[in-house]
T-cell receptor
Framework: EPEVTQTPSHQVTQMGQEVILRCVPI?????FYWYRQILGQKVEFLVS????????KSEIFDDQFSVERPDGSNFTLKIRSTKLEDSAMYFC??????????????FGDGTRLSIL | EDQVTQSPEALRLQEGESSSLNCSYT??????LFWYRQDPGKGPEFLFT???AGEEKEKERLKATLTKKESFLHITAPKPEDSATYLC????????????FGTGTQLKVEL
């Protein structure tokens, strides 16, 4: 069964450094998302991406964050000048359609980001 | 403010002991409700989509139902492999494509 894959599974970075989290969505999906889950808290929406542009972003997704689809298969989340509070599990998800189609979003297994 | 609340936070069952998990929502407009299963260190795994009150979906020992205010995930004769955190998430009217998640119910099924 097709799945969303994320790399690396665990990233340890010094505060202030930049990190890039990588995702390969399911191949026929058109909508891509990033969510994060701080330990013990809810899964929170960060950003959605469609047709090579951001379609929606949350208040969390400020200028520190950016997303890119550099080629036909990868989808990346860049976090510049990381802070301690950026430590979390970051999930990539994809779906065939957006919410209007009520299609489920399928999630990868996440990247655990630890900021020291 | 739109809210999705799950109860109980944690549930311990004996193998074969059926029970229900609750997801209640106070939202301005619901377009769809999703149930996911999350194992430790893994991403949410899609289980069900429910669109309208009265709808029911089943898969093996799991059955999801939806009313105008809440959804239930019924687990019949659970097995230890059903142990996981069960997450409820909603698409809101005017909420774009983002899912709003509840805090989850951590289920442990013991022999």
């Amino acid at each position: 069964e097709p799945e969303v894959t994320q790399t690396p599974s665990h990233q340890v970075t010094q505060m202030g450094q930049e990190v890039i989290l990588r995702c390969v969505p399911i191949s026929n999906h058109l909508y891509f998302y990033w969510y994060r889950q701080i330990l013990g808290q809810k899964v929170e929406f960060l950003v959605s991406f469609y047709n090579n542009e951001i379609s929606e972003k949350s208040e969390i997704f400020d200028d520190q964050f950016s997303v890119e689809r550099p080629d036909g298969s990868n989808f990346t989340l860049k976090i510049r000048s990381t802070k301690l509070e950026d430590s979390a599990m970051y999930f990539c998800a994809s779906s065939e359609q957006g919410a209007s189609g009520n299609q489920p979003q399928h999630f990868g297994d996440g990247t655990r980001l630890s900021i020291l | 403010e739109d809210q999705v609340t799950q109860s109980p936070e944690a549930l311990r069952l004996q193998e074969g002991e059926s029970s229900s998990l609750n997801c209640s929502y106070t939202v301005s407009g619901l377009r769809g409700l999703f149930w996911y299963r999350q194992d430790p260190g893994k991403g949410p795994e899609f289980l069900f989509t429910l669109y309208s009150a009265g709808e029911e979906k089943e898969k093996e020992r799991l059955k999801a139902t939806l009313t105008k205010k809440e959804s239930f995930l019924h687990i019949t004769a659970p097995k230890p492999e059903d142990s996981a955190t069960y997450l409820c998430a909603v698409f809101l009217t005017g909420g774009g494509n983002k899912l709003t998640f509840g805090t989850g119910t951590q289920l442990k099924v013991e022999l």
